[in-house]
């Protein structure tokens, strides 16, 4: 997918404004990229690789990727998945970022991740999004209410995490940092094979973390 539509720069810009965060460059680090305490994680805390995922709920090739992403995260045991929401295709791509992120607060992170992931298509409208939502256990009120109240620390995560896209020179969605090693769109054979050599990496002291 293409990097990023005016449209969607404009709208995560107007959404940082309006909480009052600065839209001002910050010096991002491996550290940063890989242990934001905001950011949600799944699998393994403990795991001996970390996927960084840098997702777009309106990338087909995301939507693709995720059920293998989750299978191996299952499957493998020793993997921790760190979820970077990069909303850049469109505007409704912020408007479900928000509510992926907002739902973090009541513990629904994933199965609103997943919600929004099992839309299909590329155009996925705002309307469309909130219907996804409706249908997993998240509380409305409670999501909505969370998406006003936190909306600085939502703002100021996005603008991290599109900080550390431009840093790391990303130009696709979506983009997994595995172990030393960027990828794109991955079957599980991929992610298998591609963990399998982050962890000789690791064993050749090439670790990142």
Not at 102 to 130: I, W
């Amino acid at each position: 997918m293409k990097r990023r539509t005016v449209l969607a720069a404009a709208a995560l810009a107007a959404f940082i404004l309006a909480g009052g965060m600065p839209a001002m460059a910050q010096t991002i680090d491996v550290n940063a990229i890989l242990h934001d305490p905001d950011a949600p994680e799944a699998g393994n805390p403990e795991g001996d690789v970390t996927i960084v995922a840098f997702l777009d709920y309106n990338c087909p090739f995301c939507k693709t990727s995720a059920p293998d992403l989750d299978r191996i995260v299952e499957e493998d045991g020793n993997i921790r998945l760190v979820y970077k929401d990069w909303p850049v295709l469109s505007e409704a791509s912020v408007y479900g970022a928000q509510l992926a992120l907002a739902a973090k607060f009541q513990g629904k992170y994933e199965e609103v991740h997943h919600a929004l992931m099992g839309v299909p298509g590329h155009k996925v409208t705002e309307a469309q999004m909130l219907e996804a939502v409706r249908a997993t256990s998240v509380d409305m009120q409670r999501l909505q209410d969370d998406v006003t109240g936190h909306h600085a620390e939502i703002a100021a995560l996005l603008g991290r995490t599109m900080e550390q896209g431009d840093a790391l020179g990303l130009i696709s969605t979506p983009t997994y940092l595995i172990g030393p090693m960027m990828t794109t769109t991955l079957d599980y054979d991929g992610f298998k094979e591609t963990v399998a050599e982050a962890r000789r990496r690791h064993a050749a002291g090439e670790r990142v973390e």
